[in-house]
């Protein structure tokens, strides 16, 4: 038997196979830190939601416990209302107005669902863009996915008030409960705001503007059927639907009202109600004030047409899905009805520099759910444009006359110019086809009218032309302290015979007929139809516009009066005899109306039969509208508070945060169309955009594992400049304009040099798992090859430096 020996490695040798044996645990190391960052999900940042946390430790600043008579659902009684103080939150799309539609490489780059980011941010708006199946143009999605995303920051604040003002403290207040639906056998999976498993109550919470879903009020009729008070808190009143819809199914309900202000919000695109603001038809130099709140950004979100209002409502029930409170949406703009909305309120305090207003409109008793409201943005415009055009221009040229004697004198030339005034003339036109409709004998009215006329000995009935025009009733107002508050604004028809040079067509059988015979029959037409017209003018939708631009007339006496003592923020528009920032919108021609008018009156309308044969019934009306004066009617502080006591904090509500009404609670307010339940008001003011704003409240620490936004990868695309879009293009606030063409995703435009984009400061979903830049169907497969990998690299590395 022999032995071999080995000789000792040299030292350079040794630390040769030290450094290697190091290299390669290094190597191992990194590779097996890699995988448990793969696999295991970092801890939750401080900003990503939390579920089943006990309410004290979720929200800071509660205090105390509430004792159960002092609960909703506990002693209080079904409908409990309080006016509780009002909350900021923050809405971190906003920032994301001025973003430019990504290019095609931007979005081929985007790896990972939208459903791993937080609504709201870049990453994913850009990811909900790429996925996005519709016809809206770039701005105007993106200017519906911004307020729409709102939900969780809104609900959120109102859960803090909330929690604070009941005292929802203590190990037995769980609050973002996800567990008791499974825990009671719920056949649906909800989330309930706040528990308490020991009193048996849960807490939802909702803001009023979004609907109630079915599927959860049929889990919490089995939770209450487990011996369970089910009680939905809202914010604002809920509407007369939603009540019945409750009521339906048992479950109870509480008023906490607050109202959630905005503390980020971008002044909109459009110049609607913002004094001295110039449009593209007249640059101007004069300092523009601009304005900002619900008014506008609902409005413009409310869609042209009803296709873009259906394809906006479906934008918004998307959006919803990604939201963990989706009972807290901002107001749906398809459920108003756009054709009421009309100017109610205005402040104008040169005192405090501050300006503001609120409409109110008719709300859908469904919400607009299957038939949305649209044309938001006309309405607003139209009321606007008025405003700006009875303050311009002097009261004497506010008439409008259609008389085959007089052709000269239809409109005033500057006048015509303007939506006002074609408002006025095509409105009169309307009224002569108001009239002759309720004369037709074939309606019941018309019958009894043409029965009860007297005849002449040969059986011919005989009356004179008669002029038939508008005016104002006095408006019922309230003013005080800078504020102006609508309350009614009627209009009022009058009829009187007339002398008319112009002869019609055929025999006039009438020429010789008894004057007290012809007086009482003229008489007979006033008594009839004055107040059939009157009706008419103030209620029926084809005279929307006409009412709608008549308030603002209201409105604007109103701020020339209080001008001339304290000049305000109209100062500069007041007197000026010049309209021509404010066009019409929509192109008219007032001859084409008198030709309309002349056609009518050389046309028979329908024959009546009578006792000695038949008569041709013609056209034998003239008039118009004036609007020389808004007389007003005001209403005393006593009376005010009586018959309209939460008119105040409604519309000071409606200023930051769309706002609603019940009828019963509505008083004589504006005009209801039938079967209207309720009454939306939506404001705005000076948008106060470089003021610094209060401290936040329970603000979110960002997230340093967030990953950047995606930088763009594809050059600017240059395109034919195209015609300057109409106003009202854009359908949300800032953006850019011109871009949206209505109907498709627009060209790509030059971008002007900008910052670089904004990153994302919002951490993922709960159970997201942090950013690798490996999309989530390659997490498994890497993690499985990162593992052979590591294990290939460790047997190496026995294999090649074996220990001696």
């Known amino acids: ?10 030292p350079h040798e040794r630390r040769r196979r030290r450094v290697q044996r190091a290299v390669a645990s290094a190597v191992a190391t990194v590779l097996a830190l890699a995988v448990s960052l793969v696999l295991v999900p970092g801890p939750e940042s401080e900003s990503a939601p939390k579920f089943n946390v006990r309410c004290d430790e979720l929200i800071e600043g509660i205090e105390g416990i509430a004792d159960l008579a002092d609960l909703p659902g506990g002693g209080l009684d079904d409908a409990y209302t309080e006016t509780i103080d009002d909350y900021e939150y923050d809405n971190p799309a906003e920032k994301l107005r001025p973003r430019q539609e990504p290019t095609t490489a931007e ?42 995303v709102s939900n969780d920051y809104r609900g959120d604040g109102y859960h803090r008030n909330v929690a604070k003002r009941l005292k929802l403290g203590g190990a037995d207040w769980m609050c973002e409960d996800s567990k008791l639906w499974e825990e009671q056998g719920l056949d649906s999976k909800r989330r309930y705001d706040s528990v308490n498993r020991k009193l048996k109550i849960a807490y939802e919470l909702k803001s009023g ?22 009680v939905y808190i809202f914010s604002k009143e809920p509407r007369p639907g939603q009540v019945r819809l409750l009521q339906q199914y048992g479950i109870e309900h509480s008023n906490l009202r607050s109202t959630a202000v905005p503390r980020t919000s971008s002044p909109p695109g459009s110049t609607a109600m913002d004094p001295r603001c110039a449009t593209s038809a007249r640059p101007s130099t004069l300092a523009c004030r601009t304005t900002a709140g619900p008014a506008k950004q609902v409005a413009n979100g409310s869609g042209r047409n009803a296709a873009e209002a259906r394809e906006g409502q479906r934008i918004r029930n998307d959006l919803g899905q990604d939201s963990r409170r989706p009972g807290f949406g901002a107001r749906r703009p398809g459920g108003i009805d756009w054709r009421s909305l009309e100017l109610r309120y205005v402040t104008d305090d040169p005192g405090n520099d501050d300006y503001g207003y609120a409409f109110s409109a008719d709300e859908l008793p469904d919400d607009g759910e299957a038939d949305p409201g649209f044309g938001g943005e006309a309405a607003l415009d139209l009321s606007s444009d008025a405003l700006f055009t009875w303050l311009a221009l002097d009261p004497s040229q506010f008439w409008v006359n259609l008389n085959p004697d007089t052709p000269e004198t239809v409109i005033d030339e500057q006048f015509a110019t303007t939506d006002a005034g074609r408002v006025l003339l095509q409105a009169d036109l309307e009224f002569k086809r108001t009239i002759a409709d309720g004369m037709n004998p074939e309606t019941e009215l018309g019958k009894t009218f043409w029965d009860s006329l007297e005849r002449t000995e040969d059986g011919v009935i005989c009356y004179d032309w008669y002029r038939f025009w508008v005016d104002p009733k006095p408006a019922t107002v309230r003013q005080d302290d800078g504020e102006l508050y609508i309350l009614d604004a009627p209009l009022r028809a009058q009829i009187e015979p007339v002398e008319v040079d112009w002869e019609m067509p055929g025999e006039d059988v009438c020429a010789g007929a008894p004057e007290d015979v012809v007086e009482r029959n003229n008489q007979r037409i006033v008594d009839t139809y004055a107040p059939y017209l009157e009706e008419a003018v103030n209620t029926d939708p084809v005279y929307a516009d006409l009412r709608r631009v008549y308030t603002a007339r209201v409105a604007s006496e109103w ?30 021609d007032p001859q084409e109306v008198y030709d309309q008018y002349l056609e009518r009156l050389q046309t028979p309308l329908y024959r009546y039969e009578y006792e000695h044969g038949d008569m041709e019934y013609w056209l034998e009306i003239t008039g118009g509208v004036e609007f020389p004066d808004a007389p007003r009617d005001p209403v005393d502080a006593e009376a005010f508070e009586r018959d309209h006591p939460r008119l105040p904090g409604t519309v000071r509500s409606a200023r930051t945060e769309a706002a609603s009404l019940p009828v019963e609670a509505q008083g004589e307010v504006g005009t209801l169309a039938e079967g209207a339940e309720s009454t939306a008001w939506l404001g705005g003011g000076i948008a106060q955009e470089d003021e610094p704003g209060p401290d936040p ?26 015609d300057p879009p109409s106003a009202g293009d854009d359908d949300g606030t800032g953006g850019s304009p011109g871009q949206d063409d209505g109907a ?42 990162l593992v052979l990998l590591g294990l290939a690299l460790v047997g190496v590395r026995r294999r090649w430096f074996p220990r001696s």
């Not at 009066?561 to 008219?588: C, L, N, Q």
């Not at 329970?698 to 395109?719: I, L």
């Open 209 to 230: 503007d979004s609907p109630l879903k079915l599927e959860q009020l049929r889990a919490d009729k089995a939770l209450r059927a487990k011996g369970w008070r089910v």
């Open 744 to 785: 498709g995703r627009a060209e790509q435009r030059p971008e002007p040099p900008q910052a670089d984009p904004p990153r994302s400061e919002q951490a993922p979903l709960p159970g997201a798992l942090a950013d690798t830049g490996i999309g989530n169907a390659w997490l498994l497969p890497a993690a499985v090859a």
């Open 1 to 10: 038997m022999s032995t071999q020996a080995t000789a000792d490695p040299s």
């Open 559 to 588: 701020i020339k009066e209080r001008d001339a003592e304290r000049p305000g923020a109209f100062h500069d528009v007041i007197g000026t005899s010049d309209v021509s920032a404010w066009p019409a919108r929509t192109p008219w």
């Open 697 to 722: 409240t329970d603000p979110p620490d960002p997230d340093p594992t967030d990953p950047p936004a995606p930088r763009p990868t594809d050059p600017p695309q240059s395109s034919e400049p195209s």
């Open 107 to 148: 979005l081929d780059a985007l790896t990972g669902s939208y459903e791993d980011y937080t609504p709201g941010t870049e990453d994913h708006m850009l990811r909900r863009w790429k996925v996005y199946e519709g016809d809206y143009a770039w701005d105007r999605w993106r200017n519906t996915y911004i307020p729409a």
